[in-house]
T-cell receptor, first 114, second 114 residues
Framework: TQLLEQSPQFLSIQEGENLTVYCNSS?????LQWYRQEPGEGPVLLVT?????EVKKLKRLTFQFGDARKDSSLHITAAQPGDTGLYLC??????????????FGKGTKLSVIP | EPEVTQTPSHQVTQMGQEVILRCVPI?????FYWYRQILGQKVEFLVS????????KSEIFDDQFSVERPDGSNFTLKIRSTKLEDSAMYFC????????????FGPGTRLTVT
């Protein structure tokens, strides 16, 4: 069973600060997805990283995939209250017939205080 | 922007009753999934479906569960005889053929079994 460990579990910061959250596994993944989930809603896909060492930017969010494709990080620059939410990483495992099942981490619950 | 939709948003049922959760995946997607999230826990894979067949199912997806694509747009999850422990958020997801590991989630159905 492939597991994804996310850290920290909770993070509370002031508006304008920078932060990094981590997603680690002992297994190699072909890609990793980052999602954001609001209470009572479904996960919303933010980005997919595929290549080892890949860096992707989404406005103030920077996602990096580790060289060995076992870990990933999300860095937020100048956090805003609107960044508050649960950030999930998910790794796919091939199920056959072109289908994948996603394994999710427990998430990092981010709170940005105005 | 195309999105996955789910109905109902909230379903309350008594233990032992049958429930059907409905999903309309993104129209050009070919892969369909169900996940669940018990309150405060991780998102867990239940089943994947492609070409009118189950591709993969988890240990959670026992004989009480079934999935169906009754027409060209809907994808359903049926629980035959609900148990208290089936109370959870149920998410439908879909993905296209090119990047089937990249899954788009619906808003979820909150199932409460009393």
């Amino acid at each position: 069973t492939q597991l994804l460990e996310q850290s920290p579990q909770f993070l509370s910061i002031q508006e304008g600060e920078n932060l990094t959250v981590y997603c680690n596994s002992s297994s190699v993944f072909s890609s990793l997805q980052w999602y954001r989930q609001e209470p009572g809603e479904g996960p919303v896909l933010l980005v997919t990283v595929v290549t080892g060492g890949e860096v992707k930017k989404l406005k103030r969010l920077t996602f990096q995939f580790g060289d060995a494709r076992k870990d990933s990080s999300l860095h937020i620059t100048a956090a805003q209250p609107g960044d508050t939410g649960l950030y999930l990483c998910a790794g796919p495992t091939y199920s056959g017939a072109g289908s994948y099942q996603l394994t999710f981490g427990k998430g990092t619950k981010l709170s940005v205080i105005p | 922007e195309p999105e996955v939709t789910q109905t109902p948003s909230h379903q309350v049922t008594q233990m032992g009753q049958e429930v059907i959760l409905r999903c309309v995946p993104i129209s050009n997607h070919l892969y369909f999934y169900w996940y669940r999230q018990i309150l405060g826990q991780k998102v867990e894979f239940l089943v994947s479906f492609y070409n009118n067949e189950i591709s993969e199912k988890s240990e959670i997806f026992d004989d009480q569960f079934s999935v169906e694509r009754p027409d060209g747009s809907n994808f359903t999850l049926k629980i035959r005889s609900t148990k208290l422990e089936d109370s959870a958020m149920y998410f439908c997801a879909s993905s296209d053929q090119q990047r089937s590991y990249e899954q788009y989630f619906g808003p979820g159905t909150r199932l409460t079994v009393t």
